[in-house]
């Protein structure tokens, strides 16, 4: 079974710009949450979509947005891109909802934002 | 805020040594997983544990998760250089409704 996919790896954008990353999930997996993840703050939540709907929403800015397509993969925007936007973007698969059940990450997308 | 402190942050060992990574907060979780990380690549889950007290073990590794389902430990036996990574708690409680809280993770390096 194929694992989950991020597709681009690596983004280079400059501020002011906007970004689209996309999230493939593991087949079966209806749900699909987002991270960020940065040396100074570590893994942090974005959001998590559950058959279509965001169901949970971490404490970032509405620069930030999702959405899921009835096939479960994910993409996440980001508008008027900041330096501090620079990150590494992971997205997690998984069969329910929530954080107990096993999620499976993707490799992550890199973006530099410069 | 980060409800899950980790310690040490960073850690260098020689193969062989044992070493423990902690994962503390002040908040009950009804759940905590561990994950381990490296250059490149998504975190990969270890274990997750449920109930308080409760202790797993992956061959060299053993997860403990406290009484009070606050803190967990994982203690590595004879580390190896292929231990080597960035080791991720992370948390499930309803206060964050049941989103995964994560620990800014303790960087090991195990040089043979």
């Known amino acids: 079974k194929a694992g989950v996919t991020q597709t681009p790896r690596y983004l280079i954008k400059t501020r002011g710009q906007q970004v689209t990353l996309s999230c493939s999930p593991i087949?079966?997996?209806?749900?699909v949450s987002w991270y960020q993840q940065t040396p100074g703050q570590g893994l942090q939540f974005l959001f998590e979509?559950?058959?279509?709907?965001?169901?949970n929403k971490g404490n970032f800015p509405g620069r930030f947005s999702g959405r899921q397509f009835s096939n479960s993969r994910s993409e996440m925007n980001v508008s008027t891109l900041e330096l501090g936007d620079s990150a590494l973007y992971l997205c997690?698969?998984?069969?329910?909802?929530?954080?107990?059940?096993?999620?499976?990450f993707g490799p992550g997308t890199r973006l530099t934002v410069l | 805020t980060q409800l899950l402190e980790q310690s040490p942050q960073f850690l260098s060992i020689q193969e062989g040594e044992n070493l423990t990574v902690y994962c503390n907060s002040s908040?009950?979780?009804?759940?905590l997983q561990w994950y381990r990380q490296e250059p490149g690549e998504g975190p990969v889950l270890l274990v997750t544990?449920?109930?308080?007290?409760e202790v797993k073990k992956l061959k060299r590794l053993t997860f403990q998760f406290g009484d009070a389902r606050k803190d967990s430990s994982l203690h590595i036996t004879a580390a190896q250089p292929g231990d080597t990574g960035l080791y991720l708690c992370?948390?499930?409680?309803?206060?964050?409704?049941?989103?995964?809280?994560f620990g800014k993770g303790t960087s090991l390096l195990v040089t043979p």
């Open positions: 087949s079966g997996h209806r749900s």
């Open positions: 908040s009950v979780f009804s759940s």
């Open positions: 544990v449920v109930t308080g007290g």
């Open positions: 979509y559950f058959s279509e709907t965001q169901r």
């Open positions: 992370a948390g499930e409680s309803s206060n964050s409704g049941y989103a995964l809280n």
């Open positions: 997690a698969s998984s069969i329910l909802a929530g954080g107990a059940d096993t999620q499976y």
